[in-house]
């Protein structure tokens, strides 16, 4: 007999659904933590676009940068820029140039750098190509001339009985004090023209001290620049703030003594010819990248195309459909890193390098 009790079975229970209630719970919850998740992390900077509204203004990270390039002790830079000029919307003629090297203000009073230079000068028909180099030590400058155009090397400097196989990667020493004990009558006033020269170096720096003469047009998206993670801004000059400071500059003492005249004209008309200089140039504007961890300037670039009909409106003769464009850009690096720049082993001095009367008459049509 089968003693084994009788269960009857259950009827299968199916999952209540949910309401649609608690749906709407379960969606606010989660919407509440991704708000909050996105806000922390933009806020904290854990994630940190371009657009995040809890980043620093465009205004404060210049302030900031420009604060930091104040204790800048070394950079290394790299510059390259073309001068385009159009007649009629056809090229006509180019100026392209690069520079490259470290500069070193640690004194200030003996700033030292090591830079290369390299040009490239284009007309209709013709192309000359320029470079050299230029080191500046606590006490002399030396020049390394490397290339120079063909009618120079054999047209110019066999008149003046030069050879050019003996400059080509010279280092040329010059030595200022020397110059002026050799050629005394060349620098009559150097101490006064000297003094007169920091003054209105003190008071440009016055002026434009914590002045802003810039607008902040537009934030664009992060870039890096070499390896740096930057904030990246377009900007264009005030106007109005650089009206004010060459106004003031003009009337100030300072450049009055460095004339040598007192300045006759009227502060209204040069307002009025600065407004229409600015009007016919158009906006100045240019690009800065700024790094996010030391607010060191990575990177400046800047471009405008000018008519030269507009500027020069009044010049009788002038060609019509004139212009030219500018592009530069500037790229920093190794801010504050150490650099060794000291005089080249081997030199010749600049008296011996180029002759002594060929030495006079350049610095006579130099300065007289």
Request: with cysteine.
């Amino acid at each position: 007999m089968d003693n084994s009790k009788f269960i009857p079975s259950q009827p299968e229970v199916e999952p209540k659904p949910k309401s649609k209630t608690e749906l709407i719970k379960f969606f606010i919850i989660a919407s509440v933590l991704l708000v909050f998740g996105i806000g922390g992390a933009l806020a904290t900077k854990v994630w940190n676009p371009w657009w995040n509204p809890f980043r620093p203004s465009p205004n404060k990270v210049i302030e900031k940068m420009t604060k930091a390039m104040e204790g800048v002790k070394t950079v290394h830079s790299k510059m390259e820029f073309e001068i385009t000029a159009f007649e009629n919307g056809e090229k006509t003629a180019g100026f392209k140039g690069s520079m490259e090297g470290d500069s070193d203000v640690q004194d200030l009073e003996k700033p030292k750098a090591d830079v290369k230079f390299d040009f490239d000068i284009r007309t209709e028909g013709s192309e000359y190509f320029i470079g050299f180099e230029l080191r500046q030590t606590a006490k002399d400058l030396y020049f390394k001339p490397k290339t120079l155009p063909v009618f120079l090397t054999q047209i110019v400097l066999p008149m003046a009985g030069i050879d050019w196989q003996e400059l080509q990667n010279q280092w040329i020493r010059v030595n200022a004090s020397e110059l002026e004990k050799m050629y005394p009558d060349l620098f009559p006033q150097k101490e006064e023209s000297q003094e007169h020269q920091q003054d209105i170096q003190n008071k440009l720096k016055e002026m434009i001290e914590n002045k802003k003469f810039y607008l902040v047009k537009k934030t664009l998206p992060d870039e890096q620049i070499n390896g740096k993670d930057s904030y990246h801004y377009l900007v264009a000059l005030d106007r109005e703030a650089i009206k004010q400071i060459i106004s003031d500059m003009v009337f100030s003492e300072e450049f009055k003594n460095e004339m040598g005249q007192a300045v006759e004209i009227e502060k209204e008309e040069i307002l009025k010819n600065l407004d229409q200089f600015f009007e016919k140039m158009g906006e100045l504007e240019a690009e800065l990248w700024i790094d996010k961890k030391d607010y060191y300037l990575c990177r400046f670039r800047g471009e405008k195309k000018i008519n030269l009909n507009d500027l020069a409106s009044e010049q009788p003769g002038l060609q019509e459909n004139l212009a030219i464009s500018l592009r530069m850009n500037i790229d920093y690096s190794n801010y504050n890193e150490p650099v060794k720049i000291e005089p080249p082993v081997s030199y010749k001095n600049i008296e011996d390098a180029f002759g002594r009367d060929f030495l006079e008459g350049f610095l006579r049509g130099y300065f007289q």
